[in-house]
């Protein structure tokens, strides 16, 4: 199974704070995806990312979300302006050689206070 | 204090029972379809695939079956062990690539 590991694990941030969450990929991947999960809840899409560039976002991944890939090795999501509600595990997700099969990381636990 | 969230189905087997755990999807156009087992504070992983051009697939101890009639996937574990003991989530999305739709979970406890 393809690795992925997330940085940082746990993330506490001040309500409209900016927060970098990534996603460090082992070997080369195809697709890049962000879900997040909020406690106790069903897994939630955010964003795909293909051949460096959003491929498809949900109704959450709004103007404070975005994404990137700068130096073609680690894959941020960035929040702007935290809230209350982004409060949830991020977790990061890769396709590899079939574009089918997402891996997902450990994730990072969000907590905003 | 009040709980939030979903209330997740549970299911409840011995160790050494099989398990089958159960999924309805709605969007006739999926083609792809996956399982994957959640563990707590932990990612999902992925136990086992299957495209819409098939009705079975066979793994180490899980079995999927899809039946596109009913919209219905299931997961069947063999011999359930007490590492099994996880959430399951059943997921699906129309083309190779796309986001992946997630359904509620079930919650698999096995008792020894």
């Known amino acids: 199974e393809p690795e992925v590991t997330q940085t940082p694990s746990h993330q506490v941030t001040q309500m409209g704070q900016e927060v970098i969450l990534r996603c460090v990929p082992i070997?080369?991947?195809?697709?890049f995806y962000w879900y997040r999960q909020i406690l106790g809840q069903k897994v939630e899409f955010l964003v795909s990312f293909y051949n460096n560039e959003i491929s498809e976002k949900s109704e959450i991944f709004d103007d404070q979300f975005s994404v990137e890939r700068p130096d073609g090795s680690n894959f941020t999501l960035k929040i702007r302006s935290t809230k209350l509600e982004d409060s949830a595990m991020y977790f990061c997700?890769?396709?590899?050689?079939?574009?089918?099969?997402?891996?997902f990381g450990p994730g990072t636990r969000l907590t905003v206070l | 204090g009040e709980s939030v969230g979903l209330h997740l189905p549970t299911l409840s087997v011995q160790e050494g029972d099989n398990s089958i755990i159960n999924c309805a999807y709605s969007n006739s156009a999926s083609d792809y379809f996956i399982w994957y087992k959640q563990e707590s504070g932990k990612g999902p992983q992925f136990i086992i695939d299957i495209r819409s051009n098939m009705d079975k697939r066979q793994g180490q101890r899980v079995t999927v079956l899809l039946n596109k009639t009913v919209k219905h996937l299931s997961l069947q574990i063999a011999a359930t062990q007490p590492g099994d003991s996880a959430v399951y989530f059943c997921a699906e999305n129309e083309n190779s690539g796309y986001a992946l739709n997630f359904g509620k979970g079930t919650s698999l406890l096995v008792t020894p």
């Open positions: 070997s080369n991947h195809l697709y």
């Open positions: 997700a890769i396709t590899h050689r079939d574009p089918d099969t997402q891996y």
